[in-house]
């Protein structure tokens, strides 16, 4: 009688291992769909981005005497439309990307953990499932502070792996003029979730900027802070 309980425990016992194991890897597989479908949807938004540069850097006026390509900033207006001035007086109007519906304000590229994604131009809850976004400051490479915020999800993408980069490491910014700055880490620590103290800070006339994401156990926030070097 002892051995048939002990047996029948055991069979649950592995009933529930197999269970377990299997709903393990139920979740892991999840998970890794989760980041093969997200990469290549960022891919995608990144090919859109480069290619709405491409056709506004291909449609640049050219100043006729020394074949020089005139640089052209947008100023974005409440109809969410970018207008370039040239020098020549002239304007030219296009629709600005969009990538899962909304607005894209840029690209960042960081090596270290090769991370290539689109910059929204607003973090909302919605925006930030889907790519990192702008939470405050004067814009993708703007005199000032710019705050780029992003997920920290189990599955590498976003700004999951922001962890590993360290100080000195480079920040790629490219914005809607296509004009693309390079910015080295200064600064890097955790903070509670309730700390702003970082978003508005003096740059002296410097483009800086600060990424933001949570840390491993949704504790803190790890932040990162670069300048234009």
């Not at 425990?9 to 197999?18: E, K, N, S, Y």
Request: glycine share 8%; charged share 25%.
């Amino acid at each position: 009688m002892f051995n048939g309980k002990y047996n029948k425990a055991l069979t649950v016992l592995l009933v529930v291992a197999i269970v377990a194991i299997f709903g393990i890897l139920i979740y892991v597989g999840i998970d890794w769909y989760k980041a093969y479908t997200t990469g290549s949807d960022v891919d995608d938004g990144v090919d859109q981005f480069d290619g709405y540069i491409n056709n506004t850097m291909a449609n640049k006026p050219k100043n006729e005497e020394n074949n020089i390509i005139d640089i052209v900033e947008p100023n974005i207006d409440v109809n969410n439309t970018v207008t370039n001035t040239n020098s020549n007086g002239g304007d030219s109007t296009s629709s600005r990307p969009k990538y899962k519906g909304f607005y894209m304000v840029g690209k960042i590229e960081i090596p270290k953990i090769k991370l290539n994604c689109p910059v929204l131009e607003k973090a909302t809850d919605s925006a930030i499932e889907v790519a990192v976004a702008v939470l405050n400051g004067p814009g993708i490479n703007q005199v000032g502070n710019t705050v780029i915020i992003g997920h920290n999800y189990r599955n590498g993408t976003f700004f999951s792996n922001n962890k590993k980069l360290e100080i000195g490491d480079k920040i790629y910014l490219t914005d809607l003029s296509g004009k693309k700055v390079t910015y080295t880490i200064t600064k890097k620590y955790n903070t509670s979730t309730d700390d702003a103290n970082y978003m508005v800070r003096d740059t002296k006339g410097k483009r800086e900027i600060s990424l933001s994401t949570c840390t491993d156990d949704s504790k803190q926030r790890l932040i990162i802070w670069a300048e234009e070097k």
